[in-house]
């Protein structure tokens, strides 16, 4: 994948990204504990299927710009690393240029 295409990929994640900061943000006081249905957040241009996350979980991976989480399979090998399995999802982070770009547009930056 050229340096183009891994800032195209990594742009479109951020995107997904804010849509579940939308998500997020729209669970109630008290229910950080309930699984809800996150977008997967991988690089496949379509790819609208949903992960079961609370929001506690969601938080977790949050808190590095350079993580993702996405569904198994669904991850991009050459722009990001596996760096962890969980029950129903996976959790990504990226490497290089995706990195930069996961970064420029972490909507808490
Ligand atoms: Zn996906």
């Given at each position: 994948m050229t340096g183009k295409h891994q800032r195209r990929a990594a742009a479109n994640e951020a995107t997904i990204r804010d849509v579940n900061e939308g998500i997020e943000r729209g669970q109630w006081p008290g229910e950080e504990d309930s699984p809800v249905g996150f977008r997967?957040?991988?690089?496949?241009?379509?790819?609208n299927r949903l992960i079961e996350l609370s929001v506690h979980e969601y938080e977790e991976i949050r808190a590095n710009p350079r993580r993702f989480v996405l569904l198994?399979?669904?991850?991009?090998a050459d722009i990001e690393t596996v760096i962890e399995t969980r029950p129903g999802y996976i959790i990504v982070e990226k490497r290089d240029e995706a990195a930069e770009v996961a970064e420029e547009n972490n909507p808490r930056g």
């Open positions: 997967c957040e991988c690089a496949r241009l379509g790819c198994p399979g669904h991850e991009f």
